[in-house]
C-alpha cells in the first residue's frame, strides 16, 4: 500500500464521498464510496476492511467487496441486523446519498496467500463480502480457485451474481433437503495444497474450524464477526511501553488497552473484541497470549504482533512499540 509506518497508517483517515446507496438483497444493501480529496483512493488487497466513521459517533468496520484493481472507489455489502447497535441500522436508515464520511485506511487481516495453488472460499450470508473481492483478485492472475457460498435463501442471494462463473457453487438452505453446506465434503474434495478461507455466521465459522483441524493451520483462514474467545481475563502481567517510556501492571480482570486508555496513553481501538484489526501493535519483547480471533496461525507463532484489546501475555512482562 505504503511505506508509512504502522503507527502512521492507523493515524490516517480519509474523507469520501458516499455515491449511492443499491439493494443488493434482503436487507442487504451496498455502499459506493468515492475519493473526496484527489481522483483515486488507497490502493487494497482482498480480504481488506475498513473503518468507517459514523456521523452518530460509532466506528464500524466493514469488508471491501470491490475488485482491488478498482481505485477510484471501495464497496461496502452491509447487512441490517435488528441486534445493531447502531451501526447497520444507522448505515441503512440515516445514511444519505451525497453524505461525506470519514474512514480508515483499508486494513488485511484476512488477505490471500501467495503460496497457495488452488484457492476454496467459503462464505455465508453477508460473509460473503471478502469473499467477492478475493474471487476478482484471483480472477485478475488466472489463479485457480472455487467459491462455495451459501445463502438461507434466495432473497438473501448477495453479490455471487456479479462472478457469473463456473467456479462459484451455490447451496440454498432453503432449497436443500440436507440443510447447511456440506463444509465436510468441500474439504475432502479439495485438489492437494489447497488454502481454504471462511467467512460466515457463527455456527458455519465453528463447523469449519472443527472439521479443518486436521488440516496444516497455514492453510486456514478465516474472518470471524464475533469473537472466537469470549474470555479475556488471565493472571496479571506487566506491560513496558518501549516509546513512551512506561511501565504498567495489568490486572487479571483488565485489558492492555484498558489500562493504556485509563491512564491517558494514546493507543488505537474500536472493537475491544479482537475482531477488527485496530488495536494491532507490535511486540519488542515477550510472549503474547493470543486472544483475538482474527491473526493467523504463522502471525501468533511469530510473536511479532498484538491485539491489545484482548489478548495477554504468557510472559510475565511483554514489551510494546507504543
Ligand atoms: S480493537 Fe478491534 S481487534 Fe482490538
Known amino acids: 500500500m505504503s511505506s508509512i509506518s504502522y503507527t502512521e497508517e492507523k493515524k490516517q483517515s480519509l474523507r ?3 455515491k449511492s446507496i443499491a439493494y443488493e438483497a434482503q436487507d442487504v444493501l ?4 468515492t475519493p473526496l480529496d484527489g481522483p483515486t483512493l488507497p490502493s487494497f488487497s482482498a480480504g481488506s476492511h475498513i473503518d468507517v466513521h459514523l456521523p452518530n459517533g460509532l466506528t464500524r468496520q466493514y469488508s471491501l467487496c470491490n475488485s482491488p484493481l478498482e481505485n477510484s472507489r471501495y464497496v461496502l455489502g452491509v447487512k441490517k441486523d435488528l441486534f445493531s447497535r447502531g451501526g447497520s441500522n444507522f448505515m441503512h436508515d440515516e445514511l444519505k446519498v451525497g453524505s461525506e464520511l470519514k474512514i480508515s485506511l483499508p486494513r488485511n487481516h484476512f488477505s490471500l496467500s501467495p503460496e497457495s495453488s488452488h484457492s476454496i472460499l467459503i462464505g455465508g450470508g453477508i460473509g460473503i463480502t471478502p469473499l467477492i473481492s478475493m474471487a476478482h483478485e484471483l480472477n485478475a492472475k488466472n ?3 472455487q ?3 451459501s445463502f438461507r435463501s434466495r432473497a ?3 453479490l455471487v451474481q456479479q462472478l457469473n462463473s463456473n467456479r462459484v457453487h451455490l447451496h440454498i438452505d432453503d432449497e436443500s433437503s440436507g440443510g447447511f453446506l456440506d463444509i465436510s465434503s468441500v474439504l475432502e474434495s479439495a485438489p492437494a495444497g489447497s488454502h481454504f478461507y471462511c467467512c460466515g455466521p457463527e455456527p458455519m465459522l465453528n463447523r469449519f474450524l472443527e472439521l479443518s483441524k ?3 493451520p ?5 474472518e470471524s464477526f464475533k469473537p472466537v474467545l469470549a474470555n479475556l481475563s488471565g493472571d496479571s502481567f506487566e506491560v513496558k511501553l518501549i516509546k513512551t517510556q512506561k511501565i504498567f501492571s495489568i490486572g487479571p480482570d483488565q485489558t492492555i488497552l484498558q489500562v493504556l486508555l485509563k491512564h491517558g496513553i494514546s493507543a488505537p481501538g474500536s472493537c475491544e473484541q479482537g475482531i477488527c484489526g485496530t488495536c494491532e501493535t507490535r511486540v519488542v519483547d515477550g510472549i503474547p497470549d493470543h486472544r483475538d ?3 493467523s496461525a504463522e502471525e501468533r507463532s511469530s510473536n511479532q504482533i498484538m491485539m491489545i484489546c484482548c489478548s495477554r501475555s504468557l510472559s510475565p512482562s511483554i514489551t510494546l512499540d507504543l
Open 16 to 18: 469520501v464521498r458516499l
Open 30 to 33: 451496498l455502499f459506493e464510496l
Open 143 to 145: 489463479a485457480s480457485w
Open 147 to 149: 467459491l462455495f457460498a
Open 156 to 158: 438473501d442471494l448477495a
Open 214 to 216: 486436521s488440516i496444516d
Open 218 to 222: 497455514s492453510r486456514i483462514h478465516f
Open 293 to 295: 480471533s482474527l491473526l
